[in-house]
């Protein structure tokens, strides 16, 4: 059967309230319209679906049995509108995004924590990535949008909006103090213990190309899954490393590690957004987009 599913609808009011006249006001119609869908209706199913009555009207048990499905698809209908709605105005909603360790922590988690507070019953699944990961999480669908550190290789509908730049430092510990005091090469660094991210990153790729640019090979002595085991590694005498400058501020100030200048200019890295273009996103997605773009 192809039936009109207004003429279930219609049905649903006409059994709640055992009223048309009710039913019909409810609807923001008229009474000879909905008795005249009631009677489509019937028509269709092939059967009595109410028992007509001065007093009123009264389900057969045929409607009977099909008020109980129809008020059951009704109800769901009706909580899948309330949470579209609740949804639009962000009173709830969930968001999954990827994120680099770097971006994370540099970037975005004082924009997250504004977010929550104006939205907080909005729900935020972060996946932790390398820079590769994240962009094929966005192609895969896994995840909406991703915040990621250059260098970043996106193809096809995938965009790269950059967001801020920032620099790296290289440090030591406190057994380097020496070399705090003088500009050190990248040639020099090498004869060092040296502390990087692992070769599957784009920061591993950032400073192996840096390297081998100025004649040298980056052969790390210590490799790690994130940016922020490289801090205590260096603090506990294990070597130099890169790390932004924004991670390194406060052991600096405490005199946990040496700032060691270099000779050769790191280049300045970006902090950008990866995004499908041909890809729908959500209401609340769009709005934590905003924050991280402008808050």
């Given at each position: ?174 057994t380097f103090d020496g070399l705090g005091h003088r500009k050190i090469s990248l040639k020099e660094i090498c004869r060092y213990p040296f502390i990087c991210l692992g070769k599957e990153t784009m920061t591993y790729k950032f400073y192996y190309d840096l390297f081998m640019s100025h004649g040298v090979e980056l052969r790390p002595d210590t490799e790690v899954a994130t940016t922020d085991q490289i801090l205590p590694l260096v603090e506990h005498e294990m070597g130099l490393a890169f790390i932004p400058g924004a991670m390194a501020q406060e052991a600096v100030a405490k005199h946990k590690v040496t ?37």
């Open positions: 059967m192809n039936i009109n599913y207004e003429y279930y609808r219609i049905f649903y009011y006409v059994g709640k309230y055992s009223n048309f006249t009710k039913a019909a006001h409810v609807l923001g119609s008229s009474q000879p319209n909905v008795t005249r869908a009631i009677n489509c209706l019937e028509s269709e199913v092939q059967c009595k679906l109410f028992v007509r009555t001065n007093r009123g009207v009264h389900l057969t048990p045929e409607g009977e049995k099909l008020y109980t499905r129809v008020s059951a698809a009704i109800s769901i209908l009706q909580m899948a509108e309330d949470e579209l709605m609740e949804s639009l105005s962000l009173e709830q909603g969930s968001i999954s995004i990827g994120a680099s360790e770097t971006a994370l922590n540099i970037y975005m988690l004082e924009k997250l924590r504004r977010f929550h507070i104006e939205y907080p019953r909005i729900k935020i699944k972060i996946h932790n990535h390398t820079t590769p990961q994240a962009v094929q999480s966005v192609r895969s669908g896994e995840t909406e949008f991703a915040v990621v550190t250059t260098p970043v290789i996106a193809d096809g509908s995938l965009k790269v909006k950059r967001l801020e730049s920032f620099r790296e430092v290289l440090i030591g510990g406190k700032l060691i200048p270099t000779a050769e200019e790191i280049p300045e890295r970006d902090i950008c957004m990866v995004y499908d273009s041909g890809r729908p996103m959500s209401v609340a997605a769009h709005k934590l987009q905003e924050y991280i773009k402008y808050k």
